[in-house]
T-cell receptor, first 115, second 114 residues
């Protein structure tokens, strides 16, 4: 079974530029998550999708971050414009239904450096 | 809302020695508890989880954890570590109703030396 795929793996941009990350979840998983992991911290949930609807985006900085999952499968996370403090690893995860104690499966992440 | 505290940012240990990584949580509702491992430049992988039932949970790679409700703890243990266990370990908590978010601790780096 293929895991969660993410691209690119690494990205370096200058502040005020825009950047986009792509995620393809495990086939059949209804729920998709985007996390931000700043160096030395645990992952923090940015947004959770159930199929193509948003369940939780309370911690997404909506003035600069946006995410979509138009067909309920893959997803894109965008930052525009980027700030220095956005330097982090962006992790995508998926799970079958998004409820209960089910396991979330993580991709390898995209490491973003903003200069 | 839930929160997780991992007091030890780094735990050095010699190969074949036992290890315990501490995790305490806070929540006003019943919770599910998880331990994830992160190897360098990789995503997180589930080690084990507590949902209900027996408070002693066994996971992959010889790890186990014990849920203690009165002390709100979920410490991770391994009786004999290997060099390959060197990684970052994250404890996480999630409320047990509806669409609750998974809340992670700050992680503990386990350093195993020969």
């Amino acid at each position: 079974e293929a895991g969660v795929a993410q691209s690119p793996r690494y990205k370096i941009i200058e502040k005020r530029q825009s950047v986009a990350f792509w995620c393809n979840p495990i086939s059949g998983h209804a729920t998709l998550y985007w996390y931000q992991q700043i160096l030395g911290q645990g992952p923090k949930l940015l947004i959770q999708f159930q199929n193509n609807g948003v369940v939780d985006d309370s911690q997404l900085p909506k003035d600069r971050f946006s995410a979509e999952r138009l067909k309920g499968v893959d997803s894109t996370l965008k930052i525009q414009p980027a700030k220095l403090e956005d330097s982090a690893v962006y992790l995508c995860a998926s799970s079958p239904q998004g409820q209960g104690g089910e396991t979330q499966y993580f991709g390898p992440g995209t490491r973003l450096l903003v200069l | 809302a839930q929160s997780v505290t991992q007091l030890d940012s780094q735990v050095p240990v010699f190969e074949e020695a036992p290890v315990e990584l501490r995790c305490n949580y806070s929540s006003s509702v019943s919770v599910y508890l998880f331990w994830y491992v992160q190897y360098p430049n990789q995503g997180l992988q589930l080690l084990l989880k507590y949902l209900s039932g027996s408070t002693l949970v066994k996971g992959i790679n010889g790890f186990e954890a014990e849920f203690n409700k009165s002390q709100t703890s979920f410490h991770l243990r391994k009786p004999s570590v290997h060099i390959s266990d060197t990684a970052e370990y994250f404890c996480a908590v999630k409320g047990d109703t509806g669409f609750q978010k998974l809340v992670f601790g700050t992680g503990t780096r386990l350093l195993v030396s020969p």
